[in-house]
């Protein structure tokens, strides 16, 4: 006979002339070969004929009656009804599967593949029960997976060797992500960490990845240590401890993830890479596959240190975010199953990712910071997302069609309306090609589409103008509103899909008080003063009976109104108290930086143990105090009560209140520095106050300087007793004989 033709047969005539032509080489061993054993289920599981396999089963069972004790005849017996089964769905055939299986286990208790036979036909029939009697087995504390999970077990007990149906069963769970399997793959797992086969490298790898997705961190993290400390270059396992570690927020998660990297190879790069190329660039992926073990690491911290350096955290803490990133992905993005098809209006070049598009966009720039979501009869479910950035917010709209391929995004809002039930049944299902036939989508009236079009708008105003304007856009204005609206729904997917962003944020917000003001210099040069405050309310102190030190973590970034980061700091600062903060009390500070005279974007980040806060962007003019011409620089506002002084370049005192609110009954420090005139020159100075938003005066000071230096510092007490609660603009106007500059600033009085 003709092997190679027999390959050609058709599937039911192959598995026949296997089973005809080995009765001895199979089932008349004693020890059932196991290659042998998995080629017969997997011939099985082509045939799709039921005729063919209950004829085989037949005389399976004539077989069987004549060597009632002959275990491999029970086993074969038990693959093809395990097949009729799956084919038919009859509750039967899987209990009579079940029942050969169980005989070959009892016949034979140390072979493994019958208790891996059993258990895979105890999973079977679990799976094969319809969900709602699953929920009732549930309901009645039946575990409908626990026979499986332990007879899978059971197989790799009884033989060490013998691991594969165990590890095969919990990738699966794995793969599927369905909560029963990996509960039931976890059991199991945990079920023979007693014996050898417990401390098999494949076993330990399934048990850290199940526990992991169950979200048991630590026992995960045990597994994954137990391995590297067999093998501390066994680079999977290097990876999954970072994994593991960096999603649940543990920075030392960094080391390994390098370490593992400069030595992975085959598989383990291959799962590097996957996690990489969702964040990196085709030309940066290009010099990581062109590089070796240790070049790899290079090009990933160049890469890692480069991302969004603005956004105040390290390149360390990025990575960490990354794998955050990721996990919330995963556990809410995932696509089932894996892969990526889009049919939609604009094509996108499919990725292999395992997110839909929220999963794609949330894993490069994280959290949004708005999210609305419309549930409209008649509407797929769909959601809208906004992030703020300095140089354009960007908007997604996104919509689950089918649920096969998760939800996708959308150029427009409206693309979403065209795939309800009114547009497609009204024939204005394709809302892109209308528009660009001229034809507007009605959103005015009471048609149908129109309704379903004003309930999705009206859903949106609060994210973008856009959507306002397009409401009340009439018939003329409709064509021009729309489009506007596409081209920045395709503007956004561009920059979405092409940049990614690592703004800095904490689990628990800090309150406290951040003060940055652009005065004061050195030696260095200009500097900008930043202070903050922080009440006792947000600050922990250990129990203690002397003196309590707080640790503030504190950083800065200083960026040009282009995006280019001009200075940085990130440092630890210790604080000492004689005794813990109340709530009423503030842990003040202040810390100055050089910065060069220019207009800049200033972000703050304040950190605790266990709390942290990022300020908006703030815009500050650092005055160039030194060239020619009159100029003024911010100015200082403080008070003796919120004792926050340093001393100037001239051993003045100065002070800053990050506070910015002030009692009326106490003298405001203020303090500014006039820049381009020459010592000796006189000058003007006037202050004026008024309420916040008005134009008259409530004070006015003014006084003549003869200049002391280049530049000029002014130091004056402004007497604020008069003024009752509110808020207040304080202006200070300088004069010479050939300018006038003026800096204002707010501030708060209370009484």
Do not use: C
């Not at 039921?50 to 005389?59: C, D, I, Q, V, W």
């Not at 045990?222 to 593991?244: G, I, K, N």
């Not at 134009?695 to 000071?701: E, P, S």
């Amino acid at each position: 006979m003709n092997l190679r033709r027999l390959g050609r047969l058709e599937p039911h005539v192959g598995l026949a002339l296997l089973i005809a032509l080995s009765p001895i080489s199979l089932w008349g061993q004693r020890v059932p070969d196991r290659t042998a054993v998995f080629r017969l289920r997997d011939s099985l599981a082509l045939v799709t004929d039921t005729a063919t396999l209950l004829a085989l089963e037949s005389r399976s069972i004539d077989s069987a009656r004549k060597h009632r004790d002959d275990a491999v005849l029970h086993l074969r017996l038990g693959l093809v009804g395990l097949r009729i089964a799956q084919i038919t769905g009859g509750a039967s055939h899987f209990r009579d599967a079940e029942g050969e299986f169980e005989w070959t286990t009892q016949l034979q208790p140390q072979w493994p593949l019958g208790w891996y036979a059993l258990g895979t036909a105890e999973l079977a029939e679990a799976d094969a029960d319809p969900p709602a009697l699953r929920t009732l087995f549930r309901a009645l504390g039946h575990d409908v997976f626990g026979p499986a999970a332990h007879d899978l077990a059971r197989s790799a007990e009884v033989d060490s060797t013998f691991v594969g149906g165990l590890v095969d069963f919990g990738d699966d769970a794995l793969q599927r992500g369905i909560g029963s399997h990996l509960a039931a793959a976890l059991t199991a797992a945990r079920q023979v960490a007693s014996v050898p086969a417990g401390r098999n490298p494949s076993v330990l790898l399934l048990r850290g990845r199940v526990e992991r997705e169950v979200g048991d961190v630590d026992s995960a993290i045990a597994m994954f240590q137990s391995l590297v400390s067999r093998d501390r270059h066994d680079a999977t396992a290097l990876l999954e401890l970072a994994r593991t570690m960096l999603a649940a927020g543990r920075i030392g998660g960094v080391d390994p993830w390098y370490r593992g990297l400069a030595v992975a190879e085959s598989a383990a790069l291959a799962m590097y890479r996957f996690d990489l190329s969702l964040v990196m660039s085709d030309s940066a992926l290009g010099a990581f596959d062109a590089a070796t073990g240790p070049g790899r690491v290079t090009v990933a911290k160049n890469f890692w240190d480069s991302r969004d350096p603005d956004a105040l955290n390290g390149s360390a803490e990025r990575l960490r975010e990354h794998y955050r990133r990721l996990a919330y992905a995963h556990r809410h993005y995932a696509l089932v199953p894996p892969g990526h098809r889009y049919d939609s209006l604009r094509a996108f070049t499919s990725t292999g990712s395992r997110f839909d598009d929220r999963g794609r966009i949330y894993v490069r720039h994280g959290d949004p910071d708005q999210r609305t979501a419309l549930a409209l009869a008649g509407l797929p479910p769909n959601e809208s997302w906004l992030y703020h950035r300095p140089h354009g917010d960007l908007l997604f709209n996104f919509a689950e069609p089918d649920s096969a391929q998760g939800y996708r995004m959308y150029e427009s809002l409206l693309d979403i309306v065209g795939l309800g039930t009114a547009a497609t049944r009204t024939g204005q299902g394709n809302v892109r090609a209308r528009l660009e036939g001229g034809t507007a989508m009605e959103t005015y009236g009471a048609a149908w589409t129109a309704q379903a079009a004003e309930e999705l708008l009206y859903s949106r105003q609060k994210l973008s103008p856009l959507y306002g304007r397009m409401l009340s856009a009439g018939v003329k204005a409709a064509t021009v509103t729309q489009q506007a609206e596409r081209t920045a729904g395709r503007k956004s997917i561009d920059i979405g899909l092409q940049t990614d962003s690592w703004k800095l944020s904490y689990e628990l917000p800090l309150a406290a008080d951040v003060d940055v003001v652009a005065v004061g210099s050195d030696a260095a040069g200009p500097e900008v003063q930043v202070a903050f405050a922080i009440p006792g309310t947000s600050l922990y102190a250990p129990p203690s009976s002397g003196a309590v030190v707080y640790s503030i973590r504190m950083r800065i970034a200083v960026s040009t109104r282009g995006g280019e980061l001009i200075n940085s700091v990130d440092t630890l600062r210790n604080f000492s108290a004689a005794k813990a903060l109340q709530a009423t009390d503030h842990l003040l500070g202040r810390l100055p930086i050089h910065v060069p005279p220019g207009d800049y974007i200033v972000r703050v980040a304040l950190e605790t143990e266990s709390r942290g806060l990022v300020t908006r962007p703030q815009a500050v003019h650092v005055a160039a105090l030194t060239a020619p011409g009159l100029t003024l620089s911010d100015l200082a506002l403080g008070a003796r009560s919120v004792p926050l002084p340093w001393q100037t370049a001239r051993a003045d005192t100065a002070w800053v209140n990050p506070l910015q609110q002030f009692k009326a009954g106490e003298p405001m420090q203020l303090f500014f520095e006039v820049g381009g005139v020459a010592p000796g020159a006189a000058y003007r100075a006037e202050l004026s106050v008024m309420r916040s938003g008005h134009q008259d005066a409530q004070l006015r000071l003014g006084f003549n300087v003869v200049a002391g230096g280049t530049p000029d510092e002014i130091r004056r007490e402004v007497d604020i007793g008069r003024l009752g609660s509110g808020t207040y603009v304080l202006q200070v106007a300088v004069s010479t004989a050939t300018g006038r500059a003026v800096r204002r600033r707010e501030f708060v009085v209370t009484r």
